[in-house]
């Protein structure tokens, strides 16, 4: 039995999406294969509304993320944490031998923007990084405030995780004043994992000109100049069988769903989700900050979530347990890619029956 997955990545994938991974491989040196990133850099500009180049890599998002932070911080990084996932951006600061103070939010809680820009203001820091929408505890944190306090600071390098966000979470980019946005394929764009993306802004691409020991596969600057020069082909292989589903999956996005419809339906769906975990639990963290890609919930019931997913796995279903620290505390249900409102409610009506409430 196939177990329809409810967790915040990897996704559901629609089946016409995983048969363009089963295609006949091209060369990556040719024509079509340039064509091909071409559309994806262009339809992938349009979803995050800027002009900024788009970079792809084959590896999660964790390896752009590593290509931000080493290539484009000149002094030291500044990483604004609201969860396990935040944490991330030190933790790869530091293993890169890379300067880096973190600031740490109360869990459920986001970046406080008068806190950030105290922070920001002693000006140690020439790169700050924090998250977009944390998955550990479901909390996203308000953008336009924080850019409001970022864009005080002009030399700084503006990197933003956006691996569960992006194409379930509408942010303009241009407008924020992102300079590296990074996303990975196995979120809400709705594919299988094993492909990431960044934006990359001009500011960002002179700072990693003065920046030495940038690494050599997520080398950014070498990523940028290797596409602009080659026209759109990279230094190392890529997955041409993953950016053979993603050409197709943003054109669907765009053109077919339409983008805004996409963004409406996983409000609408992170609602009932939100509404239902009112009801029978109780909503972990900041409720005026929620995330539209997966709630967090308080297990107040004192439920045994293993248990409950060996029961949903029965019926063809998965959920997730807390992550970190909330392992014990809480339980998630992801609400993201190609899931439709009435996969949500048979599984709420599902787990309703397991716990009988």
Partial sequence: ?????????????????????????????????????????????????????????????SGLMEGAIRSCTGKKAAVFSIGAFGKKWYEIA??????????????????????????????????????????????????????????????????????SSAGGHKVNLDQIGIDIAITS?????????????????????????????????????????????????????????????????????????????RYQRHLDMAKIVRDWARDKFQIFGNEQHLSRTVTTIANTRNINVEDLNNGLKERGMMISNGYGDLKEETFRIAHMGDTQVEDINELLNNINDILKI
């Avoid at 080398?219 to 080659?230: E, S």
């Fill in 1 to 61: 039995m196939h177990t329809k997955l409810f967790i915040p990545g990897p996704v559901e994938v629609r089946e016409d999406v995983l048969s363009k991974i089963a295609l006949p491989q091209i060369g990556h040196r040719t024509k079509e294969a340039s064509e091909l990133q071409r559309r994806i850099s262009e339809n992938m500009q349009r979803v995050w509304n800027t002009k900024d180049e788009i970079i792809l890599s084959t590896s999660s998002g």
């Fill in 94 to 163: 530091r293993a890169n031998g890379i300067e880096a103070d973190i600031f740490e939010s109360n869990m459920g809680d986001i970046s406080d923007p008068n806190l950030m820009d105290k922070a920001l203001s002693r000006g140690k820091y020439d790169l700050v990084a924090i998250t977009h929408n944390e998955t550990s505890t479901g909390i996203a944190n308000p953008m336009e405030e924080i850019a409001q306090v970022i864009k005080k600071y002009p030399d700084l390098v503006f990197c933003l995780d956006m691996v």
């Fill in 185 to 261: 394929s196995q979120k809400c764009l709705g594919l299988p994992a094993g492909i990431s993306l960044c934006s990359l802004s001009k500011k960002a691409i002179e700072r990693a000109k003065i920046v030495k020991n940038r690494g050599y596969y997520f080398d950014l600057l070498k990523l940028y100049d290797h596409i602009i020069k080659k026209d759109y082909q990279y230094p190392s292989t890529p997955s041409i069988s993953h950016m053979f589903a993603l050409d197709y999956q943003l054109d669907y996005i765009l053109n077919v769903e339409g983008i805004e419809n």
